[in-house]
């Protein structure tokens, strides 16, 4: 088995209503979802089979249903919530999730503010 394999979404993009404060639970922005699913592609390498992988249009539909269904407090929550959704919902080894809030309330010049988990299969962090 390949221990380095991975499968990767980047710049997901979602308008959805996330905050500490009550205006962001109200007016909503943008959050940019990466994220990585470990496992192993070996047998879809050789097969050429979409049923030996993990189909990146499923996963894509339960990441926004995750940003999309509920309003949270904090981005920790949404990263968490998508790493759980996604570990329960495909066979995967671990999953690295990073949730960007690029128009976080904050007083001050900056690109990007984002928050970072890894969580494997089984639940042991």
């Known amino acids: 088995m390949s221990g380095h394999d991975a499968i990767h979404l980047r710049g ?3 308008y959805a ?5 009550p205006e962001e639970q ?3 922005q943008k959050f940019i979802i990466d994220i990585d699913l470990f496992v ?3 047998r879809s390498g050789s097969s050429d089979q979409v049923q030996d992988t993990i189909h990146y249009g499923e996963v894509y539909n ?3 249903t995750c940003v999309m269904d509920d309003k949270h ?3 920790e929550y949404l990263a968490e919530k998508i790493a759980q959704t996604v570990l329960a919902q495909f066979n995967c080894k671990s999953v690295r999730v990073e949730v960007h809030k690029p128009q976080a309330p ?3 010049i900056f690109r990007d503010v984002s928050v970072e ?3 494997p299969a089984g639940g042991t962090a």
């Open 12 to 14: 997901l993009e979602f």
């Open 17 to 21: 209503y996330h905050g500490a404060l």
């Open 26 to 28: 109200i007016l909503g």
């Open 40 to 42: 192993d592609l070996s």
């Open 62 to 64: 339960v990441i926004k």
């Open 73 to 75: 407090q904090l981005i």
């Open 106 to 108: 904050v007083a001050g």
């Open 117 to 119: 988990i890894w969580r």
